[in-house]
């Protein structure tokens, strides 16, 4: 079968890492959570010390890109691909509200946009990949065959989070979920550089009321439509 590129966008929280997760298990595509790179340099950026007391030192992260290494390393039991910053795994880390509470601003920033843009470009050249994340229909992979663009209602997504945090055994008040996610969602759709925007090919999908075995089903089916096509 001919492989094509899956680009998955959307407001956070709005399951689109579980169908990106689903539709490369099921095709034998590679998953690529950019999410988790934005994340990751901003887990470096706390480490480093560039960021505290709500202010980010932009100018001194910039002047270090280069000493970030940014790797997924593939977890067999887990069935897909952790983030390592400098080749330690930081899944976990990279998860917190904490940094959830940072990482909109630190992707507004052009210089890492530009650097982790070209990383997800050579990751999928070769087709064969879904990768989910903001700007990966309308900038990273403006070509691909397949676009999605996943919507849900705030607070549907907000009792997502809050159940992942908590399961995790983090210690969270469900309002500052609520307040991170909506405060996410306008600094990601009001940015200047490479807004969260709707690619105008990419088809709409609203999953606020509906389970994740229907959601699987109807967008694997729209899949094999779309790669039988080509
Ligand atoms: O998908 P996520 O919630 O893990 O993403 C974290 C943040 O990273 C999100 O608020 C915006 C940013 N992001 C981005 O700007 N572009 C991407 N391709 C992926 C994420």
Redesign the pocket.
């Known amino acids: 079968m001919k492989k094509i590129t899956i680009a998955i ?1 959307g407001y ?2 709005t399951g ?2 579980t169908i990106a997760k689903q539709l490369a298990k099921q095709l034998g595509y590679v998953y690529v ?7 990751a340099v ?1 887990l470096y950026a706390m480490q480093k010390g560039f960021i505290g007391d709500g202010t980010i030192d932009k100018d001194s992260l910039v002047a270090h890109l280069n000493d970030i290494n940014l790797a997924f390393k593939y977890n067999k039991y887990l069935g897909f691909a952790e983030m390592y910053l400098n080749g330690v795994n930081v899944e976990k880390e ?2 917190t509200l904490n940094v ?1 509470r940072y ?2 601003a ?3 920033i052009s210089e890492i ?1 530009s650097m ?2 070209k990383q ?1 470009q050579e990751m999928g050249k070769k087709k064969g990949v879904v ?6 229909g309308t ?2 992979f403006p070509d691909a065959e397949m676009k999605l663009f996943m919507t849900a209602s705030p607070d549907k997504r907000a009792k997502r989070r809050y159940k992942e945090l908590l399961e995790r055994g983090d210690d969270v008040i469900y309002q500052e979920v609520l307040e991170n996610v909506i405060n ?2 306008h ?2 759709s009001t ?1 200047k550089d ?1 807004p ?1 925007k709707k690619a105008k090919d990419a088809i709409a999908f609203d999953n606020s009321d509906m389970g994740l075995q229907e959601q699987f089903e109807r967008i694997y089916s729209l899949t094999l439509r779309i790669i039988e096509a080509i």
């Open positions: 966008d956070s929280s689109k890492s959570d950019t999410g988790a790179m934005y994340r901003t990279i998860r959830s990482v909109s630190i992707a507004t946009r982790l843009v997800q990768m989910d994340g903001r700007d990966i900038v990273v996410r969602d600094i990601d940015r490479s969260l």
